[in-house]
């Protein structure tokens, strides 16, 4: 079956700080996977999406990283902010589409002042 | 501007009092779907449409109907509440012209308790 693990389960940091958010999947063949933000109360929003021949993708302080190899991917903020509260979830999509969307739980992370 | 909307954003009902979860995309997606989060459970599919006339059972489809009788409404139907449907619920949508590829567009959220 179709897996993806994601941790920390939560994580509080410091206002300024760094940290990273992994996500481990077991879906195979492997199509891509997103990394969405979800703001309490909100709906989930994508914030970037990787596919099987990249690496690396930026958005603004938000760093993705895909391994397709050993099946992990990591998100990194830098110099979180307050407004990076949220819950990040990982969506890995299979080959057939839609039918193959597999989510993680999420990471909680709180960024305290 | 693009979006979908969910409505009503809360319910309060009593067990086995019908309702229904309207969902409304102007996005033109074929692709739409119903999801129910629990804390420590994260996203749960209910039931997908790949297009209109065609829906599918998602993971935990269980008391729960859906139809889609046009492209840009997906209602979620519950016709006999239980507790156990208490439940933050989130309607989706997505084009079918990259399906492997394709951004999930995801309403507002919907929180409903059932007495």
């Known amino acids: 079956k179709n897996q993806v693990e994601q941790s920390p389960q939560s994580l509080i940091i410091l206002e300024g700080k760094n940290c990273t958010l992994q996500?481990?999947?077991?879906?195979?063949?492997?199509?891509?996977l997103r990394w969405y933000k979800q703001d309490t109360g909100r709906g989930p929003v994508s914030l970037t999406i990787?596919?099987?021949?990249?690496n690396t993708k930026s958005n603004g302080r938000y760093t993705a990283t895909l391994d397709a190899d050993t099946k992990q991917s990591s998100l990194h903020i830098t110099a979180s902010q307050l407004s990076d509260s949220a819950s990040y979830i990982c969506?890995?999509?299979?080959?057939?589409?839609?039918?193959?969307?597999?989510f993680g739980k999420g990471t909680m992370l709180l960024v305290s002042p | 501007e693009a979006q979908v909307t969910q409505n009503p954003r809360y319910l309060i009902t009593v067990t086995g009092k019908k309702l229904t979860v309207t969902c409304s995309q102007n996005m033109n997606h074929e692709y739409m779907s119903w999801y129910r989060q629990d804390p420590g459970l994260g996203l749960r599919q209910i039931y997908y449409?790949?297009?209109?006339?065609?829906?599918d059972k998602g993971d935990v489809p269980e008391g729960y109907k859906v139809s889609r009788k046009e492209k840009r409404n997906f209602p979620l139907i519950l016709e006999s509440p239980s507790p156990n449907q208490t439940s933050l619920y989130f309607c989706a949508s997505g084009p079918a012209d990259r399906p492997h590829t394709g951004e999930l567009f995801f309403g507002e959220g919907s929180r409903l308790t059932v007495l």
């Open positions: 449409s790949m297009n209109v006339e065609v829906t």
């Open positions: 990787m596919t099987f021949s990249e």
């Open positions: 996500c481990n999947y077991t879906v195979s063949p492997f199509s891509n």
């Open positions: 969506v890995v999509r299979g080959f057939s589409g839609y039918s193959t969307l597999t």
